[in-house]
């Protein structure tokens, strides 16, 4: 094994948690039975380091094996680092039965074809999710193992998540995916987190949807906590129709895990009691971000506890109804599809 | 006591008189404003008599329109209405009211969608429910706004079913029932598609899935022939997302003469007819597969 293997696998194996790594291991699979028993696995995270180093020099495990064992431990755990939601558009008409190993084949010739030096691994998960792991090199280097990217893709969906990539080889990415998907194009879906499933469950739908309906189903019966009988309170007609129309907005239960919504503003300035920012010429640029770390969650009891208005602002349910968290916002002149209208500016220097 | 014993038992006399005759007028007045009360409560209760009466009547008018309404399924003017017009409108109003109210219930009971108004009439909220096999499935919600442009505004439908496709093909604008029936059709397939694969992997586990998909338009499956123990390659394309059976059963096996055999011919015309669980089933009654 060469330098630039064993760095790999020592850095992976530093990365993968002590309690999960013997399932891992044993998922790989090219460690023999007798070689994982002879490993202690409650030992620090430097002896074990350096006896599954050895282990695999005895084997001779190639970069590719390695490469295997990273995928298998950034399935199990694909929580780390970035993921960046895009969309496919206009898919031709056989794109619906696309089989996975057409697609496998396609995308690895597309792929080569565009550049010559790449490696990729192409697996399929127990969910029906295709994960694409890819190491770039350049025309005369070799592929660079120390900094993947990720795709992953459900068939018959225009969804692809994919982790970080330069904007050099995005175009190449992006080509190669929109050929052997039999689509015509790719566009950015504004949609980014830390949590796979998070994204992905906010763009197919899957997070429990509240819509309002004449025969209320027996089984969501609410926890009525029987509270103590002589408290009454007041507003408590005002409270529930509160919490109703915050949940229609964003959902019920335990919301998908986002980590911020962005708004980019540029719009025209407009306080009547400041002129010196009014009179100036040309948009004014600013941002505005919401940080948490579950920022649905944290926008559902903003409206359910009478902190944002209700009904809830189109510019808050946007992030659930539009599967964004990316806005840009300008005035009410007519923009791309990608813009929120906004017929009134209601720029103040709080916000 | 000490008071009677100091001033005698003749005053205490006395005392027990004035108290008796006071307490004799107080039963008087009390008595009074009793029976007071009980006749308004009576008057109360004759009133609340009428009412009931009239009640009941209307509703007994009202089950006889409404028999003779079911059995000419129309509104049709009733001769021996006695009543004077209004009366004999509203009833009829009334009772054309509860029998679509009972339709619609029907209709929700047969697993057909519902429908409800919101934001004051300019949309409605469209609930479908899906069954196979009759056991309901999960249940689908659309929000469709009918002013100013009939527009899908949110659903929780997953995104491989193609709504906004459906939505241009059955012209929505016009005919949203139509739309609808589509809807419900390609989401009643698709949920039939995934209750068959749950089944299988369920109920034949020596059968391996080697491949399927979020949409649930493709199948492959690996058997195993008993004895021979030979390996056959099954795949399912259901082409038609709005059917639960496959438009296409290709099998591929090391013996390549297996799949021209009469007995897999069979098998695959099976597989073309037969929900593929059920299919499974016969097959490995049959010895074909493990």
Known sequence: ?351 | MERTAAKGVLSHLCLLEVQARSRRNQTQQQQQSRVKELKAQLEALIVRKERLKAEIQAHKELQKLRLSMDKQNAPEEDENMDDDSENSTLLRTMARHTQLKDLLYAHHLIGGYDIIRIRQGKGVCVSITTAYEAIYLDTYNLEINLKPKVRINRHNIPPFIPLNVLAEQTNVERDINGFLDTVTQHLNAFAGRKQQLKLVKEQHKSVEVMESNVLCSILVLLFTVPREKTAVLCTLEYNDHTRCLPTRVLFESEDKQLPDSPQWKKNCNLLMETPVHRALLIMRKAGNIV
């Open chain 1, 1 to 351: 094994m060469d330098v630039s293997t064993k760095c790999l696998l020592q850095r992976l194996i530093r990365r993968i948690p002590s309690h999960m790594l013997k399932t891992t291991l044993d998922q790989w699979s090219r460690l023999t039975a007798a070689q994982i028993q002879s490993v202690d696995f409650t030992e620090s995270k430097r002896t074990l380091t350096e006896k599954l180093l050895a282990i695999c020099e005895e084997n001779e495990c190639s970069v590719s094996q390695i490469a295997e064992l990273e995928m298998i431990h950034m399935i199990e755990n694909p929580n780390v680092g970035m993921w960046y939601a895009f969309q496919l558009l206009e898919p031709q008409d056989d794109a619906c039965t696309l089989e996975l190993i057409q697609f496998k084949e396609q995308f690895k010739s597309h792929l080569h074809q565009l550049l010559r030096s790449v490696s990729i691994k192409i697996k399929r998960h127990t969910d029906d999710a295709v994960w694409i792991r890819i190491a770039w090199g350049d025309g005369i280097s070799r592929p660079n193992h120390l900094k993947p990217t990720y795709v992953v893709h459900y068939l018959q969906t225009s969804y692809v998540f994919v982790t970080s990539v330069t904007s050099k080889l995005k175009p190449l990415l992006s080509q190669a995916l929109v050929l052997s998907t039999k689509h015509h194009g790719i566009k950015d879906a504004n949609l980014s987190g830390r949590n796979l499933m998070a994204i992905r469950d906010l763009l197919m739908n899957q997070y429990q949807q509240v819509f309002p309906s004449k025969y209320p189903s027996l089984l969501a019966e609410e926890n009525q906590t029987v509270s103590n009988p002589r408290i009454e309170k007041e507003q408590a007609q005002m409270a529930a129709d509160r919490h109703k129309m915050a949940c229609e907005a964003f959902g019920d239960g335990t919301l998908p895990q986002l980590q911020s919504a962005v708004y980019k503003l540029e719009t025209k300035f407009k306080d009547p009691t400041n002129k010196t920012m009014t009179d100036r010429e040309g948009t004014f640029k600013c941002v505005v971000k919401f940080a948490s770390t579950n920022i649905l969650e944290s926008l559902r009891h903003c409206a359910s506890s009478g902190i944002a208005s209700i009904p809830v602002a189109p510019l808050l349910s946007s992030v659930t109804l539009k599967a964004r968290n990316r806005f840009v916002i300008t005035d009410s002149d007519p923009g791309p599809s990608s813009q929120i209208h906004q017929a009134q500016n209601n720029l103040t220097t709080d916000s």
